[in-house]
């Protein structure tokens, strides 16, 4: 079974920064690759949307509402994904999912989301 693990959310004040880090773990075998790693939110009341997704080896996507202030970035080695947030904003206020899409165990392929770690962006 895999699980992905979110932390590092919090509360912070407008301007203020936070880094979210996901560590995927499998409780049997061994995590052979993970093709993309990415982070989405979700607001209240609003539908999950992405924030960053980083495929393996490929071109990092950004939505265009963090470009400039979010970095998403990748520990290959260890099955984890950060995503960096700077200036944030009340609008960035929501629960954050990692996702992993189309990761390799003893079983075979597929695709895993976290918990989701909470983020609120007030003063």
């Known amino acids: 079974q895999v699980q992905l693990v979110e932390s590092g959310g919090g509360l912070v004040q407008p301007g203020g920064s936070l880094r979210l880090s996901c560590a995927a773990s499998a409780a049997s075998g061994s995590i052979y690759g993970i093709q993309t790693m990415a982070w989405y939110r979700q607001a209240p009341g609003k539908e999950r949307e992405l924030v960053a997704r980083?495929?393996?080896?490929?071109?990092?996507n950004y939505a265009d509402s963090v470009k400039g202030r979010f970095t998403i970035s990748r520990d290959n080695a260890k099955n984890m994904v950060f995503l960096q947030m700077n200036s944030l904003k009340p609008e960035d206020t929501a629960v954050y999912f990692c996702?992993?899409?189309?990761?390799?165990?003893?079983?075979?392929?597929?695709?895993?989301w976290g918990q989701g770690t909470p983020v609120t962006v007030s003063s």
């Open positions: 980083m495929p393996s080896g490929g071109q990092t």
């Open positions: 996702n992993a899409e189309r990761l390799w165990t003893t079983t075979g392929v597929a695709n895993y």
